[in-house]
């Protein structure tokens, strides 16, 4: 549980602690990288959703912190995004794509969010199209936050 606090919390907070002068200086902003599990509970993902939970909270807190310097703090929250980093929880490719066929049959909106898709939003929140916006967390899901569970 350490270990995952300290990589998707601890960083986040060192990362904007001493980026906050160049932050400041610069009309800056943050995006954070949370997760649809920071809002929903799942078996056996406590210290993954703890953390992300506890990302997102922070990202409300900084945004309050660093709003009246200049500096705007939001965070995104994925649902499964098709990627090689989930590869290692199966034993074979094979496996691997079943397991995210499924997921993709299962989403509401019938597909998974792409990492093309994360990315954009980030432009999108890193532009002045988002200058007024502060203290959000964009779910980017497909959907699964809205289906019955």
């Known amino acids: 549980m350490e270990k995952i606090i300290a990589v ?6 060192a990362f904007t602690h001493y980026a906050a002068d ?4 610069n009309k800056g902003n943050v995006i954070n990288i ?12 406590l210290p993954y959703s703890v953390s992300k939970a506890g990302l997102v909270h922070f990202t409300r807190c900084a945004a309050l912190e660093l709003a009246d310097k ?13 990627s090689n980093m ?6 074979t490719k094979q496996e691997n794509d079943e397991n995210w066929d499924t997921w993709a049959k299962d989403a509401p909106l019938k597909h998974l969010v792409t990492e093309d898709e994360v990315a954009e939003l980030a432009e999108f929140l890193a532009s002045n199209k988002a200058r007024s916006v502060t203290g959000t967390d964009y779910i980017i899901d497909c959907g699964w936050s809205v289906q019955k569970c």
């Open 70 to 82: 200049g500096v705007r703090v939001n965070c995104i929250s994925p649902g499964p995004v098709r």
């Open 22 to 25: 160049s932050l400041i200086e």
């Open 86 to 91: 989930v590869l290692g929880e199966f034993e």
């Open 8 to 13: 998707n919390l601890k960083a986040a907070i």
């Open 34 to 45: 949370a997760s649809l599990f920071a809002s929903t509970v799942i078996k056996e993902a």
